[in-house]
């Protein structure tokens, strides 16, 4: 909380919500929690990995993705045991994950030839995937449009529900009323506020980070694979030419802004990790905000109304789950049997 450098910042001061939200929080920081937390999520996971492989199978839609696994990078032998220990309650779930030294690191990633000296070590997964979720959400919008008749409304601000008995009647919005058999609420850490407006539970708070997208100078230097330095909370991918970064945990409310300032930590760090591969003053810049519960486990399901649905809440991993929980969403609201156990992820209010 004090180390700037490390990128997680929290501003409690005038933020009664996020005091609220922190003692949510507070409450799962068990080992009990964490492992009841932790399992939903991993299922989930899995099965969102097996589905947007299948669907971009089935719709041919290409997004730079890699399928050679993530590096987990820990600078001091006290931080690679401890994601050691982290990661071995995945793999003892099912996550196939093999503690490397700094020589098997640089040849899994040649890309980390130069830095491998200020690593003890990683965690490699070699079952984890990267993509560009930019790419492919826009690609996906274009081909439900083309193909499946799906109508998008964007620029289109949802101001409200209107209830009637157990229903919502309607939703409201900038541009008239739309009325809906299920109506999926998912607006990323907007959907707290509507949902609190209507009486749902739905502790959601805007987590912000920085992301970094920048061309490859030499491709050489870049790294071949995702990773994440794990000590400076700087994550790295490679997307077809492109280099992209992210970091920060910023705890400081809906606040969309950024400025250069923001990122010369993450700069500073992928300098260090790929020397000579990038020039920042290229990079496309971007700052969005984490749809955060304390549980950090998405909700998804019925809501409160009949027709009312939930697919929100996850946090800093809403890329890695989105398949699966589309997937399982859509079955429960045709009333199919969802493909993987649902406990602990389903809402309830
Ligand atoms: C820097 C950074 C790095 C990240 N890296 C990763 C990663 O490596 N892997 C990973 O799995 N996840 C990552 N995430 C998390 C991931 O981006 C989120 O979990 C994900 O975007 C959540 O998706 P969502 O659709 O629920 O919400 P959002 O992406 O926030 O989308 C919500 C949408 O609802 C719209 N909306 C909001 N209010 C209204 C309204 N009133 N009317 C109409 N529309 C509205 C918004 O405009 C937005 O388009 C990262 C996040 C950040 C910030």
Not at 256 to 266: Q, T, V
Not at 283 to 295: D, F, I
Request: proline share 5%; net charge neutral.
């Amino acid at each position: 909380m004090f180390n700037h450098d490390l990128g997680i910042k929290v501003r409690l001061g005038r933020d009664p919500y996020l005091l609220a939200w922190g003692l949510r929080f507070l409450r799962q920081c068990t080992p009990a929690r964490k492992r009841a937390n932790t399992l939903p999520k991993l299922r989930l996971a899995f099965y969102s990995r097996d589905s947007i492989n299948a669907l971009s199978e089935e719709t041919g839609i290409a997004y730079d993705d890699r399928r050679k696994g993530i590096l987990y990078l820990s600078r001091s032998r006290e931080s690679l045991d401890a994601a050691a220990r982290n990661y071995g309650f995945l793999a003892d779930h099912g996550l196939p994950i093999e503690i490397v030294d700094p020589e098997r690191m640089a040849e899994l990633d040649p890309g980390l030839a130069a830095a491998r000296r200020h690593f003890a070590g990683a965690v490699y997964s070699p079952t984890d995937q990267t993509g560009d979720s930019r790419l492919f959400t826009t690609r996906l919008a274009a081909y439900a449009g083309e193909r499946l008749g799906v109508d998008f409304r964007y620029g289109t601000m949802v101001e409200g529900l209107d209830i009637e008995a157990d229903r919502v009647r309607a939703v409201r919005t900038d541009a008239g009323l739309f009325s809906a058999d299920s109506i999926v609420l998912a607006m990323g850490p907007e959907s707290g506020l509507l949902g609190r407006r209507h009486g749902l539970d739905l502790p959601i708070y805007p987590v912000k980070g920085y992301a970094a997208t920048i061309p490859l100078e030499d491709e050489s230097r870049g790294p071949t694979m995702g990773g994440a330095d794990e000590d400076r909370y700087v994550a790295y991918s490679r997307l077809g030419n492109r280099l992209r970064l992210s970091c920060t945990a910023e705890f400081t409310g809906f606040d969309r802004s950024f400025g250069p300032k923001n990122f010369a930590a993450m700069f500073r760090t992928a300098h260090e990790l790929f020397p000579g591969a990038f020039d920042e003053a290229k990079a496309e810049l971007w700052a969005g905000l984490r749809p955060m519960m304390p549980r950090s486990v998405p909700v998804i399901g019925r809501a409160r109304y009949s027709n009312l649905y939930l697919d929100t809440g996850h946090g800093h991993l809403g890329w890695t789950l989105a398949a699966g929980s589309g997937r399982l969403l859509a079955d429960l609201i045709a009333g199919r049997a969802p493909e993987i156990d649902t406990d602990g992820l389903l809402y309830r209010n």
